[in-house]
Structures are given as C-alpha cells and as structure tokens.
C-alpha cells in the first residue's frame, strides 16, 4: 500500500527550506531549484506544489509570519500568569530582535520581503502589510488598556506610540544584524523608551473594582 502524503507537511517542509536558503544567500538569490535541493526533493515537486517563484515566496511569508506569532505566544506565556500590558509589549517588541538563529531568520527574511515587495510586481500587488498592522493595532489595544489602568504617563498618544516602537524594534533589529550593536545593548534602548511611557507609581483611575 503507497504511503499516504501528507500535503500540508510537505508545503511546510520546503516553506522551511526557503527560509534557511535566503537566510544564508538571501531572498533575491534565491531560486526553485536551490529551494528543492535544500528540501532533498525534486525541482518538479517544488513547482507541483507551488507552480511560480512568486507562489511559493507568498506561502514562506506566510509561513513566517505564523512562525513569529509562535515565538511571541511563547515570550507570553514565559511572562507569567496573566502578564500586564508592559510584559506584553516587551514580548512583542524583544520577539522580533535577532537574538538567536531564529530570530535572525525571521529579521533577515522579513525584511528582505519587505525590499523585495517595492520592484517585484506580484508581491507588491499582496497584502504585505497586513501583519504590520495587525502587530500595530495590538500595541495600540494594549497601551489604551494601560491608560485605563493608570499605568502610564498622560498624555501619551497610544497610536503614536505604538508607531514608534514598532518602527525602533525593527531597526535595532537590523542594527543587530549588521553588528553596529548587541542584542543586550538594543534590550536596553527598547527598556529606556517604555520607562518613558510607563508610570512607576499606577494610579487609581476608578476603573477597577472595588474591595
């Protein structure tokens, strides 16, 4: 009896392959038949499943933005049982710096989608910036509820704020990457800016509940 493939797998599997190849020659140098050589299977195979380069960059991106939502799920939950707003920016934010093998493919990857989108026509005609903005609005949601709870100082506007850290996590990121500094030292600059936002002493906004 011929075993049964398991299809889904098999796409993950040479997602997979795609993301350690362009992490190592980077996505623009990145090929079909070098995807299927790294995955151990045929080039046929690779366009069986996906048919155009294009396709099967869409599906890693895809892949990788799933990988990522794991990885803070985890930076979550390593944060303790129900973590307050603050935790939860941090393990947004610290997710996405390249601090260890895949963290850095996700950064290097990314962002390589990112230049790639602004002259490929096919993926610049994709919703590229859907996760961004799903990530944006997630900060912004946590911030209005740290106002809420008089945990941060007034005055502070959550969509602007919210921008910000967004747009300084990516650009330790790659100043990481590119050696200019460490992962510690991008940790400590990301701490400076939320002890800005954040109050020491929370204040009683009348909003919970009483005793």
Do not use: C, W
């Amino acid at each position: 009896m011929p075993k049964r493939v398991d299809h889904t797998e098999r796409r993950t599997e040479i997602a997979e392959a795609l993301l350690r190849v362009a992490a190592r020659r980077g996505l623009h140098a990145v090929g079909m038949r070098d995807v299927a050589a790294e995955a151990g299977v045929s080039l046929r195979l690779v366009q069986y499943y996906f048919e155009t380069k294009e396709k099967l960059l869409l599906y890693g991106l895809q892949h990788l933005a799933e990988r990522f939502g794991e990885r803070v799920a985890a930076r979550v939950r390593g944060a303790g049982h129900r973590p307050g707003p603050r935790a939860m920016i941090e393990a947004i934010l610290t997710a996405a710096l390249p601090t260890d093998e895949e963290s850095r493919t996700f950064h290097l990857v990314f962002t390589s989608y990112a230049v790639l989108s602004v002259t490929d026509k096919v993926l610049a005609t994709q919703p590229f910036i859907t996760n961004p903005d799903a990530a944006e609005s997630t900060l912004v949601a946590l911030l209005r509820q740290a106002e809420e709870g008089g945990l941060i100082q007034p005055g502070v506007d959550a969509h602007l704020e919210a921008v910000s850290l967004l747009a300084m996590s990516a650009g330790l990121g790659t100043s990481i990457l590119v050696g200019q500094r460490t992962p510690e030292s991008a940790t400590r600059v990301l701490d400076h800016h939320l002890d800005r936002i954040f109050r020491d002493d929370p204040v009683d906004t009348g909003t919970r509940t009483q005793e």
